[in-house]
Nanobody
Framework: VQLVESGGGMVQPGGSLRLSCAAS????????MSWVRQAPGKGPEWVST????????YYSDSVKGRFTISRDNAKNTLYLQMNSLKPEDTALYYC??????????????WGQGTQVTVSP
């Protein structure tokens, strides 16, 4: 299993970023996928999950209405569109295989992370 995130960077409050996660080594379309983030000095925080069929999407209250998770099963790629970014969104963002419970129970199927910094 390999998950490689990209798209992070530094942005001003109110700005946008789009994260990508390239998946390989498993049947991507058969798994729920999630984004998890970890801010400096804090524990991991679940952000969002998308099921296999892309019919429902789930978000934490802290990002609901601002972030959109999506997937392209043909490209084995997971995305996170982040709009209206706030300083409190600053964190290392990880792509994770599995739903909310699975992704938060173990780092085994996480990528290496991509840094998002929101600062004036």
């Amino acid at each position: 299993v390999q998950l490689v995130e990209s798209g992070g960077g530094m942005v001003q409050p109110g700005g946008s970023l789009r994260l990508s996660c390239a998946a390989s080594g498993f049947t991507f379309k058969a798994y729920e996928m999630s984004w998890v983030r970890q801010a400096p000095g804090k524990g991991p925080e679940w952000v969002s999950t998308i099921p296999t069929g892309d019919t429902n999407r789930y978000y934490s209250d802290s990002v609901k209405g601002r972030f959109t998770i999506s997937r392209d099963n043909a490209k084995n790629t997971l995305y996170l569109q982040m709009n209206s970014l706030k300083p409190e969104d600053t964190a290392l963002y990880y792509c994770a295989r599995g739903g909310r419970i699975t992704s938060m129970s173990s780092r085994r199927y996480w990528g290496q992370g991509t840094q998002v910094t929101v600062s004036p």
